[in-house]
């Protein structure tokens, strides 16, 4: 069989660019055209986590000037809003660096809109950005939101998922601006809606019941939500989907006039897992004005603001999580060898074991020159059987390296690979901060961030076996 390196000439695009995000030059990974990681590997060790927000700017601001675009082409009357869905991923330098790009705020949860509020309080979030609060909500959440409200946060859009909610708001003495989660029926779980998301808000006859009820009160209703799915890459079954609750959009504005944002929700997909990934942004952001302003022109209604909001779009591609390979061992016969990592693939990237099917980019930075053949990464980390990467039919091809069991350490030059697209739901399935599965300590994580057009790196280090004692209640005696 070929060379690593031919086998990785093999993956690249154009030139030197295997997508967008990685690039080899001179036999070196280079992530988003600055990160060089075999200098991050010698500065800061494997594994590691690196997190780089400039990436995020990127992509809310490419998002934003595609809409800004397709806007003008199709004609399209209102305005585009952006916001970032936080449950993607919560760390504080990736909430402030996509407000900072110009985000709005899409919130999932009570401590959620606690976050907003702090960063609304320290000037980071400002006054003008909206706050969408999705889900359903139990008193603490609907507690933080009137708090919020209260405190004189004026955009803040609670999206009732259940009329019951609104009763709980309704006696606040500022007027809410209201938003309504669309119910996905049995026709939408027939047109493939993932299972799961018909749990989420009311049905046309609750949605305008609920309209003659906030009538009577100084809130208003002025969003109606509705959202297909997640990484959804048919663009015109998507299109379709979202033309489909306009219908319920213009049918409830007879009850709620001020009715005038239609929330499509989350779903833009990411390239950030596969290199084959193929989406026309631009074709999306122009089709689905062009789609709606028809759709519009034949009932005869306005323009509604479109919002949008992204989570893996806004945060998959900025994370790498990079690891050292430290034994291999042969395959069972005619099975691929197994690679032990230090760390552990379920703590690290849970989505493995979560969602069927999911893999992530997975390329090796050094040993080039050995052949290239498949091989199954383990995680040294933990004890669990099912800490194991590829799974499925997927194949995942690294040089063939033999560290054998008997080799004393350290090795001179260890295999190191790296997973991409790790920036959205893995650190909080895996609850950041927390004990892990067998106690697997969460890597060092470098964080990059631009400050005046500078970047600037600073670390936080390996969780500590005091952390986790700690966190476990093992008091010191
Ligand atoms: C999770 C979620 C999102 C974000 O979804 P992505 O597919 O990650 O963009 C947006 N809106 C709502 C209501 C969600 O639940």
Not at 34 to 50: H, M, N, T
Not at 90 to 116: K, N
Not at 147 to 158: K, Q, Y
Request: charged letters at 20%; hydrophobic letters at 45%.
């Amino acid at each position: 069989m070929a060379t690593y390196k031919h086998y990785l000439a093999g993956l690249m695009n154009t030139g030197e660019q295997i997508n967008d995000t990685i690039s080899v030059r001179n036999g070196r990974i280079v992530f988003a055209g600055a990160v060089d990681l075999l200098d991050a590997v010698a500065r800061y060790g494997a594994p590691l986590e690196i997190s780089f927000c400039p990436l995020i700017t990127e992509r809310v601001q490419a998002m934003q000037r595609l809409f800004a675009a397709g806007r003008t082409a199709a004609g399209y009357q209102s305005e585009f809003v952006y916001a970032y869905a936080t449950k993607a991923n919560f760390a504080e330098e990736v909430v402030r660096t996509a407000i900072s790009a110009g985000a709005h705020y899409e919130t999932s949860s009570a401590f959620d809109v606690r976050i907003a509020h702090r960063l609304w309080q320290n000037g980071i979030l400002p006054s003008d950005r909206f706050i969408f609060c999705n889900g359903s909500k139990e008193a603490p959440y609907l507690a933080a939101i009137r708090e919020l409200r209260e405190a004189g946060f004026a955009n803040i859009v609670p999206i009732l998922d259940d009329p019951h909610e609104f009763e709980l708001l309704a006696d606040c003495a500022l007027p809410f601006m209201l938003g309504v989660r669309e119910r996905k029926d049995a026709g939408d779980m027939a047109a493939g809606i993932t299972y799961g998301y018909d749990r989420f808000g009311m049905a046309p006859a609750e949605l305008m019941q609920l309209a003659a009820r906030v009538a009577e009160t100084p809130h208003t209703i002025v969003l109606y939500h509705a959202m297909v799915g997640s990484q959804l890459t048919d663009q015109q079954r998507w299109i379709d989907e979202i033309l489909e609750s306009l219908a319920g959009y213009a049918q409830l504005r007879a009850y709620a006039p001020a009715l005038n944002y239609f929330n499509f929700g989350g779903g833009m997909p990411t390239g950030a897992y596969d290199l084959s990934f193929q989406f026309d942004y631009a074709a999306f952001a122009e089709r689905l004005q062009r789609a709606v302003a028809g759709w519009c022109a034949a009932q005869g209604v306005g323009h509604p603001h479109l919002v949008g909001e992204f989570g893996r779009y806004s945060v998959a591609d900025h994370g790498v999580h990079i690891f050292q390979v430290g034994r291999t061992k042969p395959g069972q016969p005619g099975q691929p060898p197994w690679y032990l990592l230090n760390g552990s693939l379920m703590v690290a990237l849970p989505d493995i074991l979560i969602v069927e099917g999911q893999h992530f980019i997975c390329l090796a930075l050094n040993h080039y020159q050995a052949e290239a053949g498949p091989v199954v990464l383990g995680g040294r980390r933990t004890c669990d059987s099912d800490d194991f990467y590829p799974r499925g039919d997927l194949q995942l091809i690294l040089p063939r390296i033999e560290m054998q069991s008997t080799t004393s350490e350290p090795v001179s030059e260890p295999l190191l690979v790296a997973f991409f697209g790790t920036g959205s739901y893995q650190a909080m399935l895996a609850g950041e901060g927390g004990a892990h599965h067998c106690l697997a300590p969460e890597a060092p994580k470098v964080i990059i961030e631009a400050r005046d057009g500078v970047l600037t790196t600073r670390l936080i280090g390996e969780q500590s076996w005091e952390d986790v004692l700690n966190e476990l209640g093992y008091a010191e005696g």
